[in-house]
């Protein structure tokens, strides 16, 4: 489980910490605030120094090299102001693997060609003039890791030497899932015979499911559920907030004594069943061991969670970003900030009808 966070130069961050993380970690604040950089960062820094994550669709978020004016670094994006003369710094304390570090920058790789004709000297050539996104890992439990990839007009090219990742991670992006992915899930839960626990959550919102099962005969997997109908029928069908309830948990399942980052986890659920919902999602992730961090805009999902989940399990964490500009030496930039909410802060701000996301 991650304790402490802190984020320099990664998309509009330019400085941030968090500190102390909890079990369950709610992520507020207004759009473009950095709720879902947080939960990339966090992606990033369980790679453990592998910089094929940078072409996840996690972090460069549906962008293809086609979308980037020619000339540009494809992930110039992913640095604070596109200032890519400064490096990403991503950093967390572990409770079992001690302090993690992860530094991202852009290089120059550049390729030197000599003639095969050199009657008069050498005569050489700057062939290529390319960056590399340069990844360097440091754990105290593990050896430094560094590797690269660079984008080539045949697709990518990596340097990466073997990895030793310090947790399992899963990203839950707010619409886009995967039905099989799900359905395969459930296949491995099923083996472990712990189906009861997606089946006990997935009766929050349906109470008439009997059973559920991962299921092919139609040429691909799928979840299907039997609630009391003459056949049964996909897990889709029966809504949004069925697929979403049953991907969180099967994910918490996935990953034990990892980290599952939820983005916009209120999605498809209706906020009369939040509560419930915030206890099967913490059932599933003391079983598994598994810490959640998810974002939300919606003041039901706070209330929920702060109702439903014991109080050194839950943390609120509001980011703020500040409407003056400091100055540093290299420069001005925009000032970022963390507020975590105890949960005695939080019963005021209801008593108070105050604002917390």
Not at 315 to 322: C, G, N, S
Request: hydrophobic share 40%; glycine share 8%.
């Amino acid at each position: 489980m991650l304790k402490r966070l802190q984020i320099r130069n990664f998309r509009g961050f330019n400085a941030l910490k968090i500190d102390p993380l909890s079990g369950i970690n709610l992520i507020v604040g207004k759009n473009n605030s950095g709720k879902t950089s947080l939960l990339e960062a966090i992606f990033l820094l369980s790679g453990g120094g592998n910089a094929q994550v940078a072409i996840n669709d996690n972090v460069i978020r549906g962008l293809k090299p086609s979308d980037i004016s020619t000339g540009d670094p494809f992930w110039k994006q992913l640095f604070s102001d596109l200032d890519i003369g400064r490096c990403v710094e991503i950093e967390a304390d572990h409770i079992s693997h001690g302090q993690l570090n992860l530094e991202i920058s852009l290089k120059r790789q550049t390729t030197t060609e000599f003639s095969l004709n050199r009657t008069n000297g050498t005569s050489v050539t700057n062939g290529f003039d390319e960056r590399s996104l340069v990844f360097q890992y440091s754990g105290s439990s593990s050896k430094s890791v560094k590797s690269h990839i660079r984008m080539t007009g045949q697709g990518f090219e990596v340097n990466q030497p073997a990895i030793n990742f310090p947790f399992q991670v899963i990203m839950l992006s707010s619409r886009i899932g995967n039905i099989q992915e799900d359905a395969i899930r459930l296949g491995r839960l099923r083996r472990q015979k712990q189906e009861d626990l997606i089946l006990k959550a997935l009766q929050v919102i349906e109470p008439k499911l009997q059973s559920i099962e991962d299921n092919s005969s139609s040429g691909i997997p799928l979840i299907w559920g039997d609630i009391g109908l003459s056949e049964l029928v996909p897990l889709s069908v029966m809504g949004e907030g069925m697929t979403k309830i049953a991907r969180l948990v099967l994910a918490i399942s996935s990953v034990p004594d990892g980290v599952v980052l939820v983005d916009e986890v209120e999605i498809g659920i209706h906020h009369s069943v939040l509560p419930d919902v915030w206890r099967v999602i913490d059932e599933a992730a003391r079983q598994f061991r598994t810490q959640i961090f998810a974002t939300t805009h919606s003041f039901e999902c706070v209330m929920a969670a702060h109702e439903s989940l014991s109080k050194d399990r839950f943390r609120l964490h509001r980011l703020e970003i500040a409407d003056k500009r400091g100055t540093t030496g290299d420069g001005q930039f925009q000032t970022n900030r963390c507020v975590t909410y105890e949960p005695h802060v939080i019963d005021a701000a209801i008593r108070h009808n105050l604002e917390v996301r």
